[in-house]
Every structure is written in structure tokens, then in C-alpha cells.
């Protein structure tokens, strides 16, 4: 019996030894984990921008009057020809030279307005033209295996913006004629001396719709009062305010998702660049130089049919895009010296390892060099994690 007392004392010394070694131990470090992938990769400018009607018209007011009351209300149909507001005019004195000045300066700046309309016009029908031969041309050659596909793909795409750009283009030398017809008929006006009672009938240029009422109630307006605005909204762009060092990896027919807006992600793509940039205060008070960058929405109309003009969405503008890459979440990188680096998960263990990248996106970076698919990073390292250390892992 007294060895088996031995015995047990031996035996609890050993366990207390061996807990208070065990308290003294360092502790594994908690971490989370992360796969290293093989996959599609995109990097993607991300920013936040606007809807707007493509092709928007204000009409305002041809002559000075007293303004009737406008009947319509946002979003009513209107076609071409249409009376939108009447105008009963001022029955001045006598016309000064002044005045016909005036009149005389905004019929000539009309007629220069629709000639370099109709010059845009010309212009846009050479474009669609020569892109019309150039996609000819690139299908034959890419059916018999002589171009890239890609090209192929690429001058369709330019088709649909010339197409666009005419449209566009017609659109104004149509603005512009009716322009033209209400200067010269006030100019006639003015001239010829306004009668009491004769009624100005002000006639929408194009078909449409209302997009605001900017006068509504009856009064006197001026000469160029802003009365109302037209357009049509199922012709709708997205315009993204982008950093000027992220609009130089931005070029037209780069893709686009327009998302978080309410509805499904649509697809987009890139028409232009704007090629003037602007000063923006951001939210941290830091002036920072941006450009428009205009997103035309080439998902079905049916997916958007409740987006409507200025409505606020996130644009993700693809910038470049790679199949069949290594990739790895950028929260797992980090400085050390010029390099990039990552903690691997080894045997319970965290190891520093360089790596060299190719692009990085938002949420994931492409690996070059130094990791392979199936390996566990450890995204978020805090400063407890050092090469060597103890690790208990999780998988995020």
C-alpha cells in the first residue's frame, strides 16, 4: 500500500509540474485562414456615379410675357410638334436696337449651332461607315483564323457606338433646327410689334418625355427662361467620377457592372472618357483631380425598366481581366522591405513568404510567384503573428 501511495503523490507531482509548464508555454496565436486559388481574375476601378438621360432638352421661353400656366407634369409623353406652354408676349414701346441686337445675336448663334450639328452628322455617318467596313473585314478574317477573335469583337463594338454617336448627332441637328425656328419667328415678332391678346404657342422640339417642370405656375418670364425639360428616360448612361491615376487604366469598350442601385447587377460598357478632369473635395476635406468616365447600360431594357434619370448606383469598370491564374485575398499581403509578402499556415506554424504579384484587384491579388492553389494564407495578420509562431486556425 505504501507504494501505491508513492505512486499516486509521484503521479500529481508530475501533473502539477506539468500544468504549471503548460501555463508558461506561449499560447497558439487565433488567425484566420484563407485557400490560395486558381481562377478567373479581374482587376476593376470601383466607384460610385449617376444615372442621366443620354440626350436632354430644356425649353425656355422664346420672348419675354406672361406665361400661362404649364399643364404638363414630369414624366408625361410628348411628341414632336406638340404645345407645351404658352406664352402671351410683352407689348413693348418700341423695339430698340438694343433689343434686335439681342435677337439678331442668338438667330445667328442658333444657325452656327445647327451648321456645326449638321457637320457632326457628316461626321458621325463617315465613322459608323468606316466602322461598318472594318467589322466586315475583321469577321471574314477571323472566320478563316487570320485575326483574333477579340477584334472581331472589338469592331462590332464600335459599330454600336458609332451607331449611338449618330443618333446622337442627329438628335441635335434637330434641336438645333427648332432652335433656329423660334429665334427668327421672335425676331419676326418683335419686329412686326406684339398685339395684346396674341398667344405664343412654345412647341416641343422633340419626342419624349417630361423630365422636370421648371416654371409651373403662370407669370412673367424674361427672354430664355427656363420653362421645362425633355428627354427620353429608356435612354439612360451612367456617369462615374473617377481619380484621374485610375481613368489612365480606363479605355472605351472596357466592360462595366452597374450594381447596388436596387435591381440586378447589369452590364455595361465604357464610351468615353472625358478628356477634362475636375477638382473634387472628398469626405476627408482633400482635393482630389477626377474625370467622367460615361457607362452605356447594354443589359436588356426589361432589367431596368424602373431606373430612372439621376438615380445613384456602384459602377465596377474591368480594367483587366485573366483566366486560369493563382490568386490570393489582398488581406493577406503586406510589406516587407520592396517586396510583397504572405504568413502560410505550415504545420501549425506561421511562415513568411515573399511573393511576386501580378495585378491587384479590390479583394484579391494575382500571384506571379511563391504560392500555390490549396496552400492556407493567413488574411488580417495582427502584430502577435510573426514568422515561427504557434497558430490556431480558422477558416474564413
Known amino acids: 500500500m505504501v507504494w501505491i501511495k508513492r505512486v499516486l503523490v509521484i503521479l500529481a507531482a508530475v501533473a502539477v509540474l506539468a ?58 409623353p410628348v411628341r414632336a410638334g406638340q404645345v407645351l406652354a404658352t406664352i402671351v408676349p410683352s407689348a413693348p414701346a418700341l423695339l430698340d436696337a438694343r433689343t434686335e441686337q439681342e435677337l439678331r445675336a442668338r438667330l445667328g448663334a442658333a444657325e452656327a449651332a445647327r451648321a456645326r450639328a449638321a457637320t457632326a452628322v457628316a461626321s458621325a455617318q463617315a465613322a459608323l461607315s468606316q ?35 449618330l443618333e446622337a448627332a442627329r438628335f441635335q441637328l434637330q434641336v438645333a433646327a427648332h432652335e433656329v425656328a423660334q429665334a427668327r419667328a421672335a425676331l419676326s415678332q418683335a419686329r412686326q410689334g406684339a398685339m395684346p391678346g396674341v398667344r405664343w404657342d412654345i412647341r416641343a422640339p422633340v419626342a419624349g418625355r417630361v423630365l422636370k417642370v421648371l416654371h409651373e405656375s403662370e407669370g412673367d418670364v424674361p427672354l430664355g427662361e427656363p420653362l421645362l425639360e425633355l428627354g427620353d428616360p429608356a435612354d439612360l448612361e451612367v456617369v462615374v467620377d473617377v481619380l484621374t491615376t485610375d481613368a489612365l487604366q480606363i479605355k472605351p469598350g472596357d466592360p462595366a457592372r452597374i450594381e447596388r442601385y436596387g435591381g440586378a447587377p447589369l452590364q455595361g460598357r465604357v464610351r468615353l472618357v472625358e478628356p ?64 510583397w509578402a504572405v504568413f502560410v499556415a505550415a504545420d501549425g506554424r506561421a511562415q513568411a513568404r515573399r511573393v511576386r504579384l501580378g495585378r491587384r484587384g479590390g479583394l484579391e491579388a494575382e500571384v506571379v510567384q511563391g504560392l500555390a492553389p490549396g496552400e492556407q494564407v493567413i488574411v488580417y495578420p495582427s502584430d502577435a503573428v510573426k514568422d515561427g509562431v504557434r497558430i490556431a486556425g480558422r477558416e474564413t
Do not use: C, H
Open 276 to 339: 477634362s478632369a475636375f477638382t473634387k473635395i472628398s469626405a476627408l476635406g482633400v482635393e482630389e483631380q477626377r474625370v467622367n468616365v460615361l457607362i452605356d447600360i447594354v443589359s436588356p431594357r426589361a432589367q431596368w425598366q424602373a431606373l430612372g434619370d439621376n438615380y445613384r448606383v456602384d459602377a465596377r469598370i474591368v480594367v483587366y481581366r485573366r483566366d486560369d491564374v493563382v490568386k490570393v485575398p489582398s488581406s493577406a499581403l503586406f510589406r516587407r522591405g520592396e517586396q
Open 131 to 165: 466602322s461598318r467596313a472594318d467589322y466586315a473585314r475583321s469577321r471574314e478574317l477571323a472566320a478563316q483564323n487570320f485575326l483574333p477573335r477579340s477584334q472581331a469583337e472589338r469592331d462590332a463594338l464600335a459599330v454600336e457606338l458609332n451607331a449611338r454617336e
Open 19 to 76: 500544468a504549471v509548464v503548460m501555463a508558461f508555454l506561449p499560447q497558439p496565436v487565433p488567425v484566420d485562414l484563407a485557400p490560395v486559388t486558381r481562377g478567373s481574375f479581374e482587376q476593376t476601378v470601383d466607384e460610385d456615379g449617376k444615372t442621366r438621360v443620354r440626350e436632354r432638352y430644356v425649353v425656355a421661353a422664346p420672348l419675354a410675357g406672361r406665361l400661362q400656366r404649364i399643364v404638363l407634369e414630369a414624366g408625361d
